[in-house]
């Protein structure tokens, strides 16, 4: 059973950056999917980027494209996040999650990390 750790939110200010980290621990297939989602309280939970396993194959929100990169160091086991040009409107929390198709429907993530909040000032 893989579980998952998110860390990096904070405060930052409009047209800044910030890295979240997502660190995977116990064994997960080699063909899993990763991805991040966000989360405004009250409303739907929101895809954000995902990426195979293999660190190949990133797909990104048309909001976040351009703006985020999604990553995955295999050896140290962490999904990343690189969030730049960040909007007011990106604040949220942020949760990776792990799965078996690739695809945006959060249905097809079955394990996913505790959350890691982050807000943009203007």
């Known amino acids: 059973q893989v579980q998952l750790t998110e860390s990096g939110g904070g405060s930052v200010q409009a047209g800044g950056s910030l890295r979240l980290s997502c660190a995977a621990s116990g064994r997960a297939s080699s063909n899993s999917v990763m991805a991040w989602f966000r989360q405004t309280p009250g409303k739907e939970r929101e895809f954000v980027a995902l990426i195979r396993w293999r660190n190949t194959s990133p797909f990104y929100a048309d909001s976040v494209k351009g703006r985020f990169t999604i990553s995955r160091d295999n050896p140290e086991n962490t999904l990343y996040l690189q969030m730049n040009n960040l909007k007011p409107n990106d604040r949220d929390v942020y949760y990776c999650?792990?799965?078996?198709?690739?695809?945006?429907?959060?249905?097809?993530?079955?394990?996913w990390g505790q959350g890691t909040q982050f807000t943009v000032d203007y």
């Open positions: 999650a792990i799965g078996s198709e690739y695809g945006r429907d959060q249905r097809a993530y079955h394990t």
